[in-house]
């Protein structure tokens, strides 16, 4: 029996990924999806795994609520995780979209705006990050928490200076500043020690990293939930990618 493909959509997310884990059996690439990414495949392909993580949503419009609901109804599997994967996997909760992993499960119970897990990248096909996402910096903070070089209240005082900026602005440079304005020069110094471990640290390439060992496209298929009552998703708080439509006859 021949085993299922996924289909996946990712850029930055999988930079730092350990060697042969994005490149396996089973496992076909895709760039940051778009507008339209999810239709045109759908379009060309029969039903198959989707696994939604990067996409673009600053020089282009953002993949669309409306294309994923449709591959849905057409018989994609469609997941969503790490980065406007879990975003939209967290929006369309209930819709028959999957939602994987740690961000995920942060975006579904806190309903934080869509430029928690943005960031800046280089080109592909490397995609190397240029700035942090919040929800890696949140579990940054969490480490230097854990590893007793912030407390709890300058920890938290790190983040909302980081929230406050341009998910463009978040950068390391920013995070040691962010520190030093928090906890003094001292704890800044400690802090880039630490920085070293970002790499492991970072939630989003976990998630990744965890789907892609977990392989959970392989597994049987459990029918989609039976969704009444809501005609459209609820979006995230206004962002770059917030562009669904409630008004009537929109999705």
């Known amino acids: 029996m021949t085993e299922p493909t996924v ?11 350990p060697n042969g884990l994005l490149p396996q059996i089973g496992v076909r690439l895709h760039p940051p999806a778009r507008r339209g990414s999810i239709a ?15 996409g673009r949503y600053d020089d282009v419009p953002a993949v669309g609520h409306r294309e994923i609901l449709a591959a849905l109804a057409a018989g994609w599997r469609v997941t969503g995780l790490g980065s406007i994967g879990a975003l939209r996997a967290a929006e369309l909760d209930g819709f028959g979209m999957t939602g994987y992993g740690r961000v995920f499960a942060h975006l579904q119970a806190t309903g934080a705006p869509d430029d928690e897990v943005a960031l800046l990248h280089g080109p592909g096909p490397e995609y190397r ?4 996402a919040l929800v890696d910096l949140r579990a940054m903070a969490e480490h230097l928490t854990a590893a007793d070089v912030l407390n709890r209240a300058q920890a938290d005082a790190v983040i909302s200076a980081m929230a406050r900026r341009w998910f463009g602005d978040r950068s390391l440079p920013a995070f040691l500043d962010a520190v030093c304005t928090a906890a003094g020069r001292c704890a800044a110094d400690a802090v880039r020690e630490h920085l070293r471990r970002l790499p492991e640290v970072r939630i989003k390439t976990g998630d990744l990293r965890n789907y892609l060992t977990e392989r959970p496209w392989t597994l049987p298929s459990t029918p989609a939930p039976q969704v009444s009552g809501r005609l459209c998703p609820p979006t995230a708080a206004a962002g770059p990618s917030s562009t669904t439509s409630t008004t009537r006859g929109g999705c």
């Open 7 to 17: 289909e996946v959509f990712v850029g930055p997310t999988a930079h730092g990924l």
């Open 40 to 54: 045109e495949l759908v379009e060309r392909q029969p039903p198959g795994h989707i696994a939604l993580v990067d």
């Open 129 to 132: 990050p240029i700035t942090e």
